[in-house]
């Protein structure tokens, strides 16, 4: 075990109110794409780029390649499971030891994992709701609804059945954040993972951490690694199956 990560481990243990903030490179070692690395989802060549299928103008415009780029590169095949990381911080929650995971990831992992205090800043693909009557469509039955459906996915009343997952154009949930925000502000070791803290409004939540432990967790370099008081290269499953 390296000097890092002896560290990581002795901080988890002496903290009594921990927050993770994660990224979509926590579910990479699930077998989820992330989005800026170099194989990431967006260095693939599409019809138009993945910011633009993935924005709101687009959703509106364009409906059914919309909902066809959703099923086939932001919902994850059915049988994905959580990894080390998910597992382990679940576990730290029922532990007592983890106050909330904020995540950017719209995938439900963590709800897989048994994590049960979750912001997900960005929504989740498991919660769905009509546009015309406002039925909710959520859980695994919602998720298959969108996936199965030919074309774009409707409700009984003939609405369109809406991901509930932050598009660009989109603000976020206030509560959530704001949910988010207090977690971060109680926090005494904030850990971030797998997030180039790239993306706004979510990574300026960072702002809001008051504790004197801040780690980052990450293959690439950050905007914010100056300001850690630790930084780990390693991918983020193997350093939580050392913790």
């Not at 927050?19 to 490179?25: I, L, S, T």
């Not at 929504?123 to 039925?135: E, Q």
């Not at 003939?158 to 603000?171: H, S």
């Not at 809001?208 to 914010?224: C, H, Q, S």
Request: net charge negative.
């Amino acid at each position: 075990m390296n000097e890092n990560i002896q560290t990581l481990k002795q901080w988890i243990g002496e903290a009594e109110n921990m927050v993770f903030f994660g990224g979509a490179g926590v579910s990479t070692e699930s077998g989820i794409k992330d989005f800026r690395s170099v194989d990431g989802l967006y260095h693939m060549k599409f019809k138009y780029p993945p910011e633009i299928m993935l924005s709101h103008s687009f959703y509106e415009s364009h409906p059914e390649e919309f909902f066809d780029f959703y099923r086939n590169q932001l919902m994850p095949p059915e049988d994905i499971q959580p990894n080390t990381a998910h597992l382990r911080l679940a576990q730290l929650e029922q532990e007592g030891k983890l106050l909330a995971i904020v995540t950017q990831n719209v995938d439900g992992l963590h709800e897989k994992a048994g994590s049960k205090k979750i912001y997900n800043l960005h929504g989740s693909i498991y919660r769905n709701r009509c546009l015309r009557c406002g039925k909710r469509c959520d859980g695994l039955e919602g998720a298959a609804v969108i996936r199965f459906a030919p074309g774009i996915p409707r409700c009984d009343c003939g609405g369109i059945i809406k991901p509930d997952v932050v598009l660009y154009e989109e603000g976020l949930d206030d509560a959530t954040l704001s949910g988010a925000i207090l977690a971060i502000r109680k926090a005494d070791l904030l850990i971030v993972g797998g997030t180039s803290l790239t993306v706004y409004p979510a990574a300026g939540l960072l702002q809001y951490y008051r504790g004197k432990r801040l780690v980052l967790i990450n293959r690439d370099a950050t905007p914010y690694d100056s300001s850690a008081d630790l930084v780990i290269r390693d991918p983020i499953g193997q350093v939580f199956g050392q913790v």
